[in-house]
């Protein structure tokens, strides 16, 4: 498409040149009408403001360019300091949706809820006002008619992302017979739950040894039937670490139908009781115990990651972990010849179990922004690590609690062919994987027992809520029939084809996630090139590039010289004005450090400039090439100083800063006066101190109450312009901090920091990949302090991990010196300051390692001081983490009694 010229004049009056003329007009005849009357445009002053006006009007397509152009070609002076929409706009969780999205981005969670309506803990009732005696509790645990419920209580209900640490169930194989007549059984044997009561002494302590395993018994037998078949019951006695013990009950279940039950059955729970009495590191109650501790340890950092995004007024009680009720199906399915039937039932395995639980979906920005989501809506509320949650609500199986046997034979179907349609109208079986499903039935499982068995139409879950369905391959019975024939099928290569196909889908997205929307990059246009407009004007001015006819006398070359020096002013400002446009990034910088609010250009590109300035070249015979290369020569000075003073500058950056802040809706106008105020206190102190000093001056009577106040008002304008620069470097620290503190407004202090710490300070982490998994490093003062102890499974998981480390690298009573032999020592971060804890969780340890107690223990103190140093906790250090921070929060008798602690510890 070709782009027309309008015939309409611009509508910026900037680009008008003919109205910038008449407005020239109308100022000549009003200040020169009687001595000017000559306007024709043959007239010298007529050209010069026809220049001029043409002049203006560049400057005017200057300033009408975009902004995102502005910005680019101001990156040669400084880099824009616009806050992107991602550091700006998302905030910590208010709502308990934003609550159940954090959390759903936690890389141990599967799925979460939160819970309002929450009873009080502890029961409070009211005391009547008239019948309160004085010395009486106003809140008691007597019950009355006047019952308080507390605001602000919820419980957290979450769903593991590892499955195993939901359940309670395990997989045992035995083998019965021996040589050619042994022969493997699939067994599942049940034991409690990981925070059930009886499992209470096992969590938080390192089991080391496990002595001894025992099957207690019930009159002649340790194994007692239970109702269903081939479903037995037990209890076990665990002694473990020299002397403790812990009975446990357990269920067994042998998953294959038995031929001969009378003779197998025996057997199996004879073999059964020899695998569940072994100690060995890989025996069922040592991978009991292993859950336990991995699944207690998960809890604990679920239970942190939620306090710390605590709101005001608000605490979660409770932290609960949903359990799964397993799901069996019993199907007959007739399929067609050269069909994969451990592929197939794998496909349609993952399918149901997919549609009963559905998992979480993050999508990322592009995706998003194809959907038309803008930044507004994008970024309302807290900003997850893993992308943004998808808006698309998957249907689950479980509507209301009840599972329909229509609904799971859809699914069946839509595995007939690789098409995966739903069927909607007669086709042609022979074509197909699947030809029919027939006697389809659903039951469920809790504790290894069933619930509900073989329904026909739908299965009602029991308690959904609290526990969630997932299917189960071993409590299923499907059968494959072809041409009439029972088809085997290898059950275990199914239950690989599954764990294969369900990996990807129930774990978060793996590839980075980039949340920073893209902004529009504009052209790098030449702001700053200057054309002097003096340059078209006539030869015959003898102003412009060719410079004066050399047959000129000595009369025409000073009237060019004298026209050279009353165009100056002119060329100055609009100069001025095309180096104040390209410095548009430095004038609106957030940069404490910026020298100046106005921006001069000199005039060394104008021919002859040297004639026109006085002094130049300057003495000492210095060179004219010199002088222009000097950036601190005597006529740049002399235009800055001209341009602003430097209690304009400071002055000026304070209103910009102003103005910066109202953009995120803050002020220091308080922060001011009250520096203000200080100022003025502590300079009655010195102008005291200074009148002492005058009275030993030769002054006369009359001098002194002069010289007094000559002084009183320099030091009053000393001391306002010394508030003045430090507002300016704490508006600036305030700015660059606004972000954070607006996102965690509504948080509980000292909650919330830890996410806003590796936003703000991001050099404090890296995370490296091993082979073993993704290790983090915590980077304080130019060295590492802390790394990961283990490999974490994903990066997401190794910054959660550091997050919580973080937490705690500030309080020297989490740290613990421990040998690592060969007569050397390492400190490690542990989450508990508790000394009986025998298994604390270990969050972190040191890099290095020393030779001696003493030089470990002055380490683990040198770190847990510089993490307490870092700005992140202290706002009275610097950026680097220096460690010569005057606050008196170390310099204080706390902090000396904390030191000693230490000391006191080791």
């Known amino acids: 498409m070709t782009d027309r010229l309008s015939p309409r004049p611009p509508e910026r009056l900037s680009l008008n040149y003919a109205a910038l003329r008449e407005r020239g007009m109308e100022l000549i005849r009003q200040f020169a009408g009687d001595s000017w009357t000559d306007h024709n445009v043959h007239d010298p002053g007529i050209t010069l403001l026809e220049a001029f006006c043409y002049a203006m009007t560049e400057q005017g397509f200057r300033i009408q360019q975009t902004l995102p152009d502005l910005l680019r070609s101001g990156e040669s002076y400084g880099l824009p300091n616009l806050v992107p929409a991602h550091q700006v706009l998302p905030i910590a969780p208010i709502t308990t949706a934003d609550l159940q999205r954090v959390l759903l981005d936690h890389p141990l969670v599967n799925d979460a809820q939160v819970i309002r309506a929450t009873p009080n803990p502890v029961p409070i009732y009211r005391v009547d006002p008239e019948t309160l005696q004085l010395g009486d509790w106003p809140l008691t645990y007597e019950p009355t008619a006047h019952p308080l419920t507390l605001g602000g209580l919820y419980d957290v209900l979450v769903f593991f992302q590892n499955r195993s640490w939901n359940s309670n169930t395990y997989t045992l194989s035995v083998t019965v017979g021996s040589g050619e007549n042994s022969r493997p059984y699939r067994l599942e044997i049940a034991l409690p739950y990981w925070d059930d009561p009886e499992v209470a002494p096992l969590r938080g302590v390192t089991v080391n040894p496990l002595d001894a395993v025992t099957m207690q018994s019930f009159e002649s037998t340790v194994w007692r039937p239970l109702d269903e078949a081939q479903s037995h019951f037990g209890r076990l006695t665990v002694a473990y670490n020299s002397g403790e013990t812990l009975d446990l009950w357990v269920i067994l279940r042998i998953v294959a139908p038995l031929t001969q ?20 590191v890989n025996s069922p109650i040592a991978q009991f115990i292993q859950r336990v501790q991995a699944a207690n340890d998960g809890a604990i950092q679920l239970q942190r990651y939620v306090e710390s995004w605590r709101h005001l007024g608000e605490v979660p009680v409770r932290l609960q972990v949903a359990r799964q009720q397993e799901i069996g199906i019993r199907a007959r399915i007739q399929v067609t010849g050269g069909t994969q039937l451990e592929e197939l039932l794998a496909d349609i395995f993952v399918a149901i179990d997919r549609a009963l639980s559905p998992a979480i979906a993050f999508a990322s920005l592009d995706t998003m922004r194809q959907q038309g989501a803008t930044p507004e809506t994008l970024y309302d509320g807290p900003l997850l690590r893993h992308g943004f949650l998808a808006t698309a609500v998957t249907e689950t199986l479980a509507r209301s609690g009840t599972i329909y046997t229509s609904d799971v034979l859809r699914l069946i179907m839509q595995r007939r062919n690789s098409a995966g349609t739903d069927l909607v109208s007669q086709e042609n079986p022979t074509g197909r994987d699947i030809v029919a499903v027939t006697d389809l039935a659903l039951s469920n499982f809790v504790n290894n027992r069933p619930i509900t068995r073989d329904v026909p139409d739908c299965l009602t879950l029991v308690e959904p809520q609290r526990y969630r369905p997932r299917l189960s391959l071993n409590k299923s019975r499907i059968t494959f029939v072809r041409n009439d024939l029972e088809v085997a099928y290898d059950l275990g290569r199914v239950a690989e084809l599954i764990e294969q196909r369900q990996t990807p889908a129930d774990s978060p997205a793996s590839e980075v996630f980039v949340p920073e929307w893209p902004v529009p990059i504009g052209e790098a246009l030449p702001l700053d090139d200057y054309w002097p407009w003096q340059n078209d004007l006539p030869r015959l001015f003898g102003v412009g590039e060719t410079g004066i006819p050399e047959k000129t006398g000595n009369v025409g070359r000073a009237r060019s010289l004298q026209t050279k020096g009353y165009l100056l002013l002119f060329e100055q400002f609009l100069a001025d004005l095309t180096a104040q446009l390209s410095h548009i990034n430095s004038f609106f910088s957030s940069q404490p450090d910026e020298p100046s609010t106005y921006f001069t250009r000199a005039l060394f590109d104008i021919s002859q400039t040297e004639a026109l300035l006085k002094g130049v070249p300057p003495e000492r015979g210095e060179a004219w090439e010199d002088y222009l290369a000097d950036p601190e020569n005597s006529y740049r000075q002399a235009l800055q100083t001209a341009a602003e003073t430097p209690n304009q500058f400071r002055d000026r950056r304070n209103r910009m800063f102003d103005h910066l802040l109202a953009r995120q809706g803050e002020n220091m106008v308080t922060w001011s006066q009250e520096l203000h105020r200080w100022a003025q206190k502590d300079l009655q102190v010195s102008l005291a101190a200074a009148l002492e000093a005058l009275g030993n001056l030769p002054l006369s009577p009359a001098a002194l109450p002069v010289e007094i106040e000559r002084r009183r008002q320099a030091a009053v304008e000393s001391r306002r312009q ?60 130019q060295e590492v302090r802390l790394r990961a102890a283990v490999g974490l499974a994903t990066e997401t998981a190794a910054v959660a991990a550091a997050e919580l480390a973080l937490e705690l690298a500030s309080q020297p009573r989490f740290y613990r010196r ?20 025998t298994a604390p969780q270990i969050l972190g340890e040191s890099v290095r390692t020393w030779e001696t107690e003493e030089d470990t223990n002055a380490a683990l103190r040198e770190a847990a001081t510089a993490f307490c140093h870092h700005p992140a906790n202290c706002p009275f250090s610097n950026r680097d983490g220096a460690t010569d921070c005057s606050s008196d929060r170390h310099s204080s008798p706390a902090a000396a009694a904390t030191n000693t602690a230490i000391d006191r510890v080791f």
């Open 818 to 837: 421990i040998d690592v032999g060969s007569d050397r020592y390492r400190y490690q971060l542990t989450d508990t300051t508790d000394s009986t804890v």
């Open 261 to 280: 039950s009378v003779i197998e059955t025996p057997l199996i729970l004879n073999a059964a009781q020899l695998a569940l009495e072994a100690v060995a």
């Open 722 to 781: 010394a508030v003045n620069a430090r507002l300016i470097r704490d508006k600036a620290a305030f700015l660059a901090a606004a972000p954070a503190l607006n996102a965690a407004k509504l948080q509980a202090w000292g909650q919330v920091w830890q996410p806003q710490v590796l936003q703000r300070w991001p050099e404090l982490l890296e995370v490296v990949s091993a082979t073993d998994g993704f290790y983090w490093l915590l980077t304080v003062a």
